[in-house]
């Protein structure tokens, strides 16, 4: 196999790192602003952190990462070949081997398997340029396909049939089949009310002064005549936890980084790979100003420059409307050195992500950033005290950040007197599967599941189980249909809000399938570093296979799977590991599987 860089490679990642002979490694800030790959901002101190978007320049050249073209980032950067080709083998969505310069991700994930999926893959599976993806993020557009396109920008495609993935694959334009659709069906059908949401449908993604004419701005405008620490505290006087997952309060985060008295960087989490989960998707594509806005606002309280938003690889359209938010207010002197002529400078750079669902793990998140695999580290330290770069980091996800402005213009105990006192003010939630309308809801916290599916339409059929939280979640029964969806009743139910997942299925479900799928996802997407982890996903989807399709030994099989699930419990070193076996325990407790065998 050659190893030569070709013209069009080279040509890729020079424009990205700078001429080989410019002295240095970066380039002008307006020759990169252009790129969704890359923004205004750079770290100071070495180079290395240009790894994956110089792999994912070398791939959107020529279809894929070549043997020529590894060497030669190798020696740009003065990384090892061997720590390149480490980081690029560690990416579903880089190609380290040959293959057609258009390529079709189908998804086949819980969601999209169960309206069409799992067919329109095995229509298209003997082609060369079809693969098999997990969850796409469209879970609402099901069944999706992510289109990757060499010299062009990756697409999405919604609804998809196999003449529409083949009439793209072979030289087509994507047809947008409802290019005001952005998954957030309140705002369509006029709901009053929104918050967090009013805008999406309602403005033109790309417009300023539309953004501006809703209210736009008007937030930090306020935020910049207040101290850091005055802002600090009325984030906290709101009560507001995270969003992704975790449920830590922002503004206690936010204190820890700023204690740390150094120069601290803001990062915004938005790799939402869990399947089922696209509520930011469905803001950074309908309503980016408003996470640029959240983002700067929060960057001002912390005291930091610099802000770093990693967006899923699956996400093409919501990253190119981030970035075009992004080069508009740094043209209008909303980002920059001096933001509204306070003083105050900021900016941000988006860097994408390469298909892995373990990034959303905010330590391997940061080492993908710097251009290492992206594996999860160990804490502590914790990233208040060296999170990226080794800098006091803030970490947040998109749903969390757009919190912001409302607590800002409204006052944090205003806002903390919607939802209840564990859970205050509103939450958004990503429904799909056997619903009549799927998309992102809002709703106060306290809203129930049965609550939502009624918001959504209603459910298709019967309900057998709904997956809560995703993946990592848990399937609950009929029986808790009425629970709150707050942080302190789903505790004490025994579940967890997770990602906001709410995902019903119907009678006529295969739970045998969903459950090897769940049990695939992980084993796909662990990381590996831990043995618990890399070994215990292994060994769980043997143990589910044997179960279902081996002869009757069914005890004993649901007795090994509890055994694997407590070990990676206990011996994983992130929440990949503690959350893989979560699901499928959960069906074997409501008898969705592994009865009457």
Same mark, same amino acid.
């Given at each position: ?27 002008? @800030? ?68 040959? %293959? ?64 529409? *993935? ?32 009013? @805008? ?130 740094? =043209? ?64 947040? =996800? *998109?749903?969390?950040?757009? =919190? ?30 056997? *619903? ?13 599941? @049965? ?82 982890? %890399? ?10 296979? @044997? ?51």
């Amino acid at each position: 196999m050659s190893v030569e860089t070709s013209d069009a490679e080279r040509a890729a990642v020079d424009e990205l790192l700078g001429a080989p002979d410019s002295g240095w490694v970066g380039g002008d @800030r307006s020759a990169a602003d252009h790129h969704i790959a890359r923004g205004g901002v750079r770290q100071a101190a070495g180079v290395r952190h240009l790894l994956l978007p110089a792999l994912q320049a070398a791939q959107g050249a020529i279809g894929w990462v070549s043997p020529g073209a590894l060497n030669y980032i190798s020696e740009r950067l003065s990384v090892p070949p061997a720590e390149a080709y480490a980081v690029a083998t560690f990416y579903a969505l880089l190609a380290t081997e040959e %293959r057609p310069r258009r390529v079709a991700h189908v998804c086949e994930d819980v969601s999209c398997r169960t309206r069409g999926g799992r067919e329109l893959f095995e229509e298209l599976r003997e082609r060369d340029d079809v693969v098999a993806s997990p969850c796409l993020g469209q879970c609402d557009r099901s069944p999706a396909v992510l289109m990757q396109r060499a010299g062009e920008y990756d697409a999405s495609l919604w609804y998809s049939t196999p003449e529409s *993935v083949v009439d793209v694959l072979e030289g087509a334009e994507p047809i947008d089949p409802n290019p005001g659709h952005f998954g957030i069906p309140q705002t369509e059908a006029g709901s009053d009310g929104l918050r967090l949401l009013h @805008r999406v449908g309602a403005i033109d993604p790309y417009s300023l002064d539309d953004y501006r004419t809703a209210h736009g701005y008007a937030a930090l405008s306020k935020a910049l005549e207040m101290t850091p620490t005055e802002l600090i505290e009325e984030v906290k006087r709101s009560g507001i936890k995270g969003r992704g997952g975790a449920a830590f309060p922002m503004g206690v985060k936010w204190e820890a980084v700023v204690a740390q008295g150094s120069d601290p960087v803001l990062v915004c989490n938005a790799d939402e790979a869990e399947p089922g989960t696209f509520k930011d998707r469905g803001i950074m594509e309908g309503d980016p100003f408003s996470l640029v806005e959240a983002m700067t606002i929060a960057g001002y309280a912390i005291g930091a420059h610099r802000g770093y938003l990693y967006i899923r690889g699956e996400y093409p359209r919501a990253a190119r409307h981030v970035a075009s938010a992004l080069e508009v207010a740094r =043209n209008a002197g909303l980002l920059g050195d001096d933001i509204l002529q306070s003083g105050f400078g900021f900016d941000i750079e988006i860097r994408m992500g390469g298909g892995a669902y373990i990034c959303g793990e905010e330590t391997a998140l940061f080492n993908s950033i710097e251009g290492f695999r992206g594996e999860p580290r160990q804490k502590p330290p914790y990233p208040a005290e060296a999170g990226l770069f080794g800098l006091p980091t803030a970490i947040n =996800n *998109v749903e969390t950040l757009i =919190n912001l402005p409302l607590i800002v213009l409204e006052g944090g105990e205003a806002y903390a007197a919607r939802g209840t006192p564990e859970s205050t003010g509103i939450k958004l939630f990503c429904l799909s599967g056997d *619903v009549v309308n799927p998309g992102v809801y809002e709703v106060e916290f306290g809203a129930t599941i @049965r609550e939502l599916i009624e918001l959504a339409g209603g459910p298709l059929d019967d309900i057998a189980a709904v997956l809560l939280g995703g993946v990592s979640g848990s399937f609950v029964g009929t029986d808790q249909l009425d629970l709150p969806l707050t942080f302190e009743a789903t505790r004490e139910a025994g579940v967890a809000l997770g990602t906001a997942v709410v995902m019903p299925f119907s009678s006529s479900t295969d739970f045998d399938d969903v459950t090897k799928r769940i049990a695939a996802f992980f084993r796909d997407e662990s990381c590996g570093q831990c043995v618990p982890c %890399r070994v215990g996903t292994v060994r769980q989807e043997e143990a589910l296979y @044997r179960l279902f399709d081996g002869p009757p030994t069914t005890t004993g099989e649901i007795g090994l799977l509890t055994e694997i699930d407590e070990a990676m419990k206990l011996g994983s070193i992130c929440g990949l590991g503690h959350t893989a076996g979560s699901a499928i325990q959960s069906a074997i407790a409501l008898g969705l599987i592994g009865a009457d065998r």
